[in-house]
Structures are given as structure tokens and as C-alpha cells.
T-cell receptor, first 113, second 112 residues
Framework: DAGITQSPRHKVTETGTPVTLRCHQT?????MYWYRQDPGHGLRLIHY???????DKGEVSDGYSVSRSKTEDFLLTLESATSSQTSVYFC????????????FGPGTRLTVL | DQQVKQNSPSLSVQEGRISILNCDYT??????FLWYKKYPAEGPTFLIS???IKDKNEDGRFTVFLNKSAKHLSLHIVPSQPGDSAVYFC???????????WGAGTKLIIKP
């Protein structure tokens, strides 16, 4: 299994509070991704990174920001959490951006009350 | 506007028989397709992929077929085993884009 960890694994928070989710990899892969999974939607890309300090928006980026100061860490921040951001969040990594499978972390279940 | 569609939310198959999971796409720019398997409370795991220059790719019990003219791909699992019970996602990407576009998934149940 690819070395990807996510923390925390579960979090309950209140509307309006900031939340940061962490993804850590030991594979030295260049590309990292944040997805959310909701019933009936499959996985939807929030943001991705193609190198240290290089990030770009995905399909559902509103309300989220990311940072990558080291190859191994990719942080997802909800500046002011809303109930619509209750979801399961997955981090993924890949060696290259094209024609390359992505390897996923175990997920973080976030509940915003 | 769902670009990748898995129209069957669930599928039940007898152990030992063939499981066929289907996926349709609308974007003709997609040129790389992947299947993932997901167990509850775990992240998706990669199963098999196919590029648009092929129409078939095989890996053990898993075979993916691609019909570009119909914009359709399918995953065959033969023979089906109890451990195959999971949610299966298809995903697609275009050469010009890093993003994977995912279907909503099909829950496969293998009956003993």
C-alpha cells in the first residue's frame, strides 16, 4: 500500500469554525489531490498540487483553500465550515498527472453541525 | 451535467459467475479510463485502467472493455468472489487535464 495518511480521521465541528485536514505521504510523489465524496456523486476534486507551492482548483473548490510547503504534506482548509461541507474527504497521490493511477488515503469523515 | 455515468446503483451476482459493471461517458476528449474498488471506511483502490488506443485490457480476473464509438466501458470480473463485494467506480481523464472525473459508483454484492 502507498504510504498515505490523513489526519484527523474523524472530526465534528460547528458552523463557522475553521478546519484543517492534513495529508501526509511517504512516496515522494509529485502530485497530490483532495477529493470529497458524497452520496450519489462519486468523488469530486476540490484542489490539487503538482509540486511544492504549486496548486490549482478542481471542480468544487469554493469554500476551500490548500497549501503545500513540503513534498510530503498537503493541507486542506475550510476557512469557515458550513453544513454543506459535511462529507468524507480523501487525499490521493500520483507520480505524474497524466495516464497515471492515483493512490488514496483512508479518508477523513467531517461533520459540520 | 455528469460526464461519467454509472447507471446501476447496485448489482447482485452469484459467487462464481461473471460480474459486469458498466460505465458511460459523454466527453469525447476522455482518453484514459480507470476502475477503482472501494470498501466501507477505506479509500478507493486502483483496479485496472485502459487508454483509448486499446479496446481491451486484462489483469487476472479483471477485464476492462472500451467501446469508443458508443462512449461505453465495462468491467468484467470472472469468476466473482465474496471479497469482490464493494463499490466500484469508473473514472476518466483527458490528456489536457490532470483531473479525474468520477462516476457515482455501483455497489456490487456477491451472493454465496
Amino acid at each position: 500500500d502507498a504510504g498515505i495518511t490523513q489526519s484527523p480521521r474523524h472530526k465534528v465541528t460547528e458552523t463557522g469554525t475553521p478546519v484543517t485536514l492534513r495529508c501526509h505521504q511517504t512516496e515522494n510523489h509529485r502530485y497530490m489531490y483532495w477529493y470529497r465524496q458524497d452520496p450519489g456523486h462519486g468523488l469530486r476534486l476540490i484542489h490539487y498540487s503538482y509540486g511544492v507551492k504549486d496548486t490549482d482548483k478542481g471542480e468544487v473548490s469554493d469554500g476551500y483553500s490548500v497549501s503545500r510547503s513540503k513534498t510530503e504534506d498537503f493541507l486542506l482548509t475550510l476557512e469557515s465550515a458550513t453544513s454543506s461541507q459535511t462529507s468524507v474527504y480523501f487525499c490521493a497521490i500520483s507520480e505524474s498527472g497524466y495516464y497515471n493511477e492515483q493512490f488514496f488515503g483512508p479518508g477523513t469523515r467531517l461533520t459540520v453541525l | 451535467d455528469q460526464q461519467v455515468k454509472q447507471n446501476s446503483p447496485s448489482l447482485s451476482v452469484q459467487e462464481g459467475r461473471i460480474s459486469i459493471l458498466n460505465c458511460d461517458y459523454t466527453n469525447s476528449m476522455f482518453d484514459y479510463f480507470l476502475w477503482y474498488k472501494k470498501y466501507p471506511a477505506e479509500g478507493p483502490t486502483f483496479l485496472i485502467s485502459i487508454s483509448s488506443i486499446k479496446d481491451k485490457n486484462e489483469d487476472g480476473r479483471f477485464t476492462v472493455f472500451l467501446n469508443k464509438s458508443a462512449k461505453h466501458l465495462s468491467l468484467h470480473i470472472v469468476p466473482s468472489q465474496p471479497g469482490d463485494s464493494a463499490v466500484y467506480f469508473c473514472a476518466a481523464s483527458a490528456d489536457s487535464n490532470y483531473q479525474l472525473i468520477w462516476g457515482a459508483g455501483t455497489k456490487l454484492i456477491i451472493k454465496p
